[in-house]
């Protein structure tokens, strides 16, 4: 796995063990119909093929909130539907953000017994430690926010239909 | 697997506890690494961070030779979810404040005016 052969101190690893199938999963990450309906409901569009374009938009709120139009870009650097996607990922929020430069995450779907799929999110955040706050949850009241809230999210979507953000 | 049984055991354990809080503070230890901070054997360290492991709390790499070890807050986060939040997530983080304040060292009783 190359993304392990990369981990440092900085990387951050969240696993879920999540009740659906490895396209299913794939279509929840990659499409904007599907990634809007969990997490912060921002719409990623993804160009699915080494240096396409990886952007999140702004949502309505979020505009009214003074944030640009996409907050956060990147570049797919491997997808491999449905199973695994690498990609850069860079937050546009502020200069400060947009200063860290891009950092790293991968994504894998690895099938399992009983119906279930693991799904892994790396992200190496070396020389980004603003991002690794906001992503770790920091920032957000009640401990919530961050990777283990939107991906826990993206569970309670595809296994009950309902997503917890609302 | 997620499995709750599984997680709240590992849990139930001081140096299991302890172990998570040193890759909170600092992910990507090596066994030797953990070793250093606890009074127990090899042996014993590695004994606990399977159990970890087999909770899904801890997830380990490879780097080179080393194997290093991370911090999976998922679990809890889902754990979180299901039994705090539907419960008592208000009182509980109302006391957890209260807890937080008083213990800072910022805090300092209001001195009275003479």
New interface residues.
């Given amino acids: 796995?190359d993304?392990?052969?990369?981990?440092?101190?900085?990387?951050?690893?969240?696993?879920?063990?999540i009740r659906s199938t490895p396209e299913t999963i794939w279509s929840a990450i990659t499409s904007p119909e599907w990634n809007d309906k969990y997490g912060y409901r921002a719409a990623a569009v993804y160009e699915l093929k080494p240096g396409g374009k990886y952007a999140a938009k702004a949502t309505a709120q979020m505009r009214t909130m003074g944030l640009p139009e996409t907050i956060i870009d990147g570049e797919v650097l491997e997808a491999h539907p449905p199973r695994k996607l690498v990609q850069t990922f860079r937050f546009l929020f502020n200069e400060q953000n947009r200063a860290e430069g891009f950092t790293r995450v991968t994504w894998e779907i690895e099938p399992?017994a009983?119906g279930?799929c693991r799904l892994?999110v790396t992200h190496e955040l070396d020389g980004a430690p603003i991002m690794a706050a906001a992503t770790?949850g920091k920032y957000s009241e009640?401990?919530g926010g961050g990777w283990?809230?939107i991906?826990?999210d993206l569970?309670?979507l595809l296994e009950t239909g309902k997503s917890?953000s609302g | 697997m997620f499995d709750d049984d599984r997680v709240f055991k590992a849990l139930g354990d001081a140096t299991r506890r302890f172990l998570l809080d040193l890759l909170f503070k600092r992910d990507g230890r090596t066994l030797s690494e953990l070793e250093a901070e606890l009074t127990m054997t090899r042996f014993g360290v590695m004994k606990h961070l399977r159990v970890l492991e087999n909770a899904g709390l801890v997830i380990t790499r490879r780097a080179g030779r080393e194997k290093l070890h991370f911090l999976n807050p998922v679990p809890v986060r889902l754990i979180h979810d299901r039994w705090i939040d539907k419960y008592t997530e208000r009182q509980v983080s109302t006391l957890v404040d209260m807890k937080t304040t008083l213990e800072s060292k910022k805090w300092m009783p209001v001195k009275k005016r003479a």
Avoid at chain 1, 3 to 17: L, N, P, Q, R
């Fill in positions: 796995m993304a392990g052969k990369k981990a440092s101190v900085t990387t951050k690893i969240h696993e879920i063990y399992t009983s279930f892994t770790s009640k401990g283990a809230w991906i826990s569970k309670s917890m």
